[in-house]
């Protein structure tokens, strides 16, 4: 049986790091914004190549958060406009919508799956003031054109790093490269915790320093609250856990991409797409996302053969009952046809070359 990822397995390879980290804290009797979040904090930053994290309780909050701050900064308002891909997962929109603007959803492109910087200037109004590029399954968008883009027309970048950590676009790191940029450590991403945990990484001293605050009810000072805060930190113990996986990142990622290339190279099944590639070594494949018109066939196929897969997203946010009414865009045929058609075969770090080799032959097995 393979697994489509094993959290056991993952986490065992850290101990007994993990069990000494959570000793630690549990003996120090210091259990939310201490020493293991701000030394965290520090080394995360480093690692993404900022001055600023702050770390959060979770990927959602870390992308509110950046939206309140620059709401209370005065640089956002109420009924503004984001640009956002309309394939992502739902909490990219939800963080929009939650704070009072308006996510406006744009196309994708087929082959990156990442959002189409040629379809940013048809949903530009004279309300647009940000972008929201998601990295998805661990690929940065084109930031070339969309830093262009929102230079040219005055608009914030704001990266949903969540599936992201460690990927690198022309020398500099995901998390680096616009305004503010959100992560998720929640426990399946590249970087986990064993719970629930965000960050926010920023060049800007200000809205890092807004976004410390509103994570904390709004308040520098004890029972003194300049915002209506919220309460999302990062506490000590996932920051220690955090703090263990941290340096073996790079490597696991490097890892991620050999059977990737074992993937591309040999999948060949020609009722398969698989993902297009262009810069190998910066792809940090947070997920392997096949498409097939079979995609129900192929997963039960798998099933036999005991490899685990997952569809993610099998519906985009426009196609959730939550926004049945609530989002602005046309039409958005290839979003709903990749919704329709991916599929996600096993992609991490522990996976043994005889799985990765099991995975292939499954795959290629596969026929009408
Ligand atoms: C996981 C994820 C989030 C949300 O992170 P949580 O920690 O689960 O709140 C946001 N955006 C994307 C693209 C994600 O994959």
Redesign the pocket.
């Given at each position: 049986m393979i697994k489509f990822l094993d959290l056991q397995q993952i986490n065992a390879f850290f101990e007994p790091a993990l069990s000494l980290a959570a000793k630690k804290i549990i003996d120090s009797g210091w259990y939310i914004r201490g020493r293991a979040s701000a030394e965290f904090e520090s080394a995360f930053a480093l690692f993404c190549g900022v001055p600023h994290c702050i770390g959060v309780g979770?990927?959602?909050?870390?992308?509110t958060l950046i939206f309140k701050a620059y709401l209370e900064l005065g640089i956002l308002k109420a009924g503004d406009e984001v640009l956002v891909p309309a394939n992502?997962?739902i909490?990219?929109i939800l963080?929009v919508s939650e704070t009072g603007l308006i996510p406006v959803l744009v196309e994708p492109d087929e082959e990156s799956f990442n959002l189409n910087p040629l379809l940013l200037e048809q949903a530009l109004t004279s309300k647009t003031r940000a972008i929201l590029p998601?990295?998805?399954y661990g690929r940065v968008a084109n930031m070339d054109a969309i830093l262009l883009f929102a230079k040219a027309y005055d608009l914030l970048v704001i990266e949903?790093a969540?599936?992201a950590h460690g990927a690198i676009y022309e020398g500099d790191r995901a998390g680096s490269l616009g305004d503010a940029a959100?992560f998720?450590?929640?426990p399946?991403?590249n970087l986990g915790a064993l719970g629930?945990?965000?960050a926010v990484t920023t060049k800007d001293a200000s809205l890092a320093e807004a976004i410390r605050t509103l994570s904390n009810y709004g308040s520098q000072i004890k029972y003194v609250n300049i915002y209506k805060g919220v309460n999302s930190r990062l506490d000590e113990l996932q920051a220690a856990f955090l703090s263990v996986k941290l340096p073996y990142l790079d490597k696991q990622n490097a890892r991620r991409r050999e059977i990737a290339m074992r993937y591309l190279k040999e999948i060949v099944n020609p009722l398969v797409r698989l993902p297009q590639l262009s810069n190998p070594e910066e792809h940090v494949w947070?997920a392997f996302v096949l498409r097939t018109e079979q995609r129900e066939a192929l997963q039960k196929h798998l099933q036999c053969l005991g490899i685990e897969t997952l569809i993610y997203y099998p519906k985009a946010p426009h196609q959730q009952e939550a926004y049945k009414n609530g989002l602005v865009y046309e039409t958005l045929p290839i979003t709903e046809g990749i919704a329709a058609t991916v599929l996600s075969i096993p992609l991490n770090s522990m996976l043994t070359e005889a799985e990765v080799t099991e995975v292939i032959e499954g795959v290629n097995r596969f026929a009408n």
């Open positions: 979770n990927g959602l909050d870390a992308l992502t997962y909490a990219s963080a998601v990295h998805l949903d969540a599936q959100a998720s450590f929640y399946t991403k629930d945990g965000g947070h």
